[in-house]
Every structure is written in C-alpha cells, then in structure tokens.
C-alpha cells in the first residue's frame, strides 16, 4: 500500500498564487509517475500535471505556463506551484502516484483550492 499526505491549499484571490505539496510512503517502487489531479463541483476529475521518475512532464493546456510541478525522488515527493490563479482553478486538488509496472493507483485524500474573483 501507498499513501499520499497532501498539504498546501487554501483561499486565495485572483491571481495570487499556492504551493501544494504531497508526500508518499509506504511500498513504493522506483519506476512511476505522480502527479496532481482537480475535480470542480458537478464536474469530473481532470488531470493538472504530471511527471514521471524520469523527469517527464506534461501539463493540462488550461495551466501550462501557470503551474510547474516537481519532484524529489530521494524524499518521495512532488509539489505543484501554482501562479496566476483564475476562479476556474477552484477545485479539490488529489496528489496521485501510479507504479507504471504493476499499474496500481493511489490517491490522496484531496486538499481544497478556492480562487475569489
């Protein structure tokens, strides 16, 4: 079993800017990717960003050039900075790690980003 610790949300007004950060422990393997996903009020999940232990990166179009997500492998972790927040940003964010062998998925327990305009 994986577990992710997300911490980092919050209230924020139109174009300010959060660090989230997510921490994982237990069985974790080498080769995998983490990442951040968001799900808005009566809409479905939605990938923000990736990467993988190789470095490989890839945002949602809606963030590119906002976001920048990181990782320290040595201390299993992965942040995502966020700049020039919209009130579209408002969502519950989940840290998520993915063994890209065995495909096993967890998740985090979400942390809340509100963006007043």
């Known amino acids: 079993q994986v577990q992710l610790v997300e911490s980092g949300g919050g209230l924020v007004q139109a174009g300010g800017s959060l660090r989230l950060s997510c921490a994982a422990s237990?069985?974790?393997?080498?080769?995998?990717?983490m990442g951040w996903y968001r799900q808005a009020p009566g809409k479905q999940r939605e990938l923000v960003a990736i990467?993988?232990?190789?470095?490989?990166?890839d945002y949602a179009t809606s963030v590119k050039g906002r976001f920048t997500i990181s990782r320290d492998n040595d201390k299993n972790t992965v942040a995502l900075s966020m700049n020039s927040l919209k009130p579209e940003d408002t969502a519950v964010y989940y840290c998520?790690?993915?063994?890209?062998?065995?495909?096993?998925?967890?998740w985090g327990q979400g942390t809340q980003v509100t963006v007043s305009s």
């Open positions: 237990g069985s974790l393997r080498a080769v995998n990717v």
């Open positions: 998520t790690r993915r063994h890209l062998i065995t495909g096993d998925q967890y």
């Open positions: 990467i993988d232990s190789g470095e490989f990166i």
